[in-house]
């Protein structure tokens, strides 16, 4: 039977949001794989959901494209159930740079995606599940990133500032909205063992950079995805305006 319980992954087609997507359903969501571009991998994830018996769907939508997110969010809307929580993974990363070689388009694409388009997905979980708006409470975790304590000097500073808006965001808007009946709480990720950094020219950071770190590993995404579910659940009922960091130590 069709889970009444409607959650919402962007960006779910691989690593931590697709990660997130298979443990939620397990825990009995009805689970909206969002993907950007890829159909296909969004559509695997769905597949390996219903093989281990439970329920979901793809929307393919760019969050950074307000029209994409009110097709996503109307999507939902026609579902059987209630959106209960939004998981805001989606995110963007260029090459690593140091700051006078990039360039205005590349921090326009980055902002685009991790902050404008976590406020437009903010925004339409909001205006469903506040109970002053008629909603019945929720949840929203933000994947921030422990970027945006170190600043990722001479690799990413536009993509750390980004998740620094992404951190602003989860105090205020929880701080906001905890009447409504909605928490909001984030967890900030590094050296997750994902396909990002091969994506983007450096495969092995990873490897190379983890002797560095206190607990010598890298992370892998159903361990962020653990912490996520738990941000979600009853059992962190109490809990709004705050993090888990999950950097190794870092």
């Not at 691989?14 to 159909?39: D, E, H, K, P, W």
């Not at 750390?160 to 909001?184: F, H, M, N, P």
């Not at 990720?189 to 560095?212: K, M």
Request: charged content about 25%.
């Amino acid at each position: 039977m069709r889970s009444g319980r409607v959650l919402l992954v962007t960006g779910a087609s691989r690593g931590i949001g697709a990660a997130t997507a298979l443990q939620a359903a397990a825990r009995g969501y009805f689970v909206c794989v969002n993907s950007r571009q890829s159909v296909e991998a969004a559509s695997s994830v769905v597949d390996k959901i219903r093989e281990r018996g439970g329920e979901g769907f793809a929307v393919q939508a760019d969050i950074g494209r307000e029209e994409d997110v009110a097709r996503l969010f109307e999507a939902i809307d026609a579902q059987e159930g209630s959106l209960v929580g939004v998981v805001n993974n989606a995110g963007e990363l260029a090459p690593a740079s140091r700051l006078e070689d990039m360039d205005c388009a590349r921090w326009e694409a980055i902002f685009r995606t991790n902050v404008i388009g976590n406020l437009y997905c903010t925004k339409a979980a909001v205006s469903r599940m506040s109970l002053r708006l008629g909603g019945a409470g929720g949840s929203i975790v933000n994947v921030s990133s422990a970027a945006s304590r170190t600043g990722s000097p001479n690799e990413y500073v536009d993509y750390a500032a980004s998740k620094g808006a992404i951190d602003s965001l989860t105090i205020g808007v929880a701080r906001e909205v905890a009447e409504d009946g909605i928490r909001v709480n984030g967890v900030r990720p590094e050296f997750i063992r994902t396909g990002i950094h091969a994506g983007r020219g450096d495969p092995h950071r990873i490897e190379r950079l983890q002797d560095a770190l206190p607990m010598r590993r890298g992370g892998e995404p159903d361990e962020v995805a653990a912490a996520i579910l738990w941000l979600l659940s009853e059992e962190a009922s109490y809990v709004t305006g705050s993090f888990i960091d999950m950097a190794g130590g870092l």
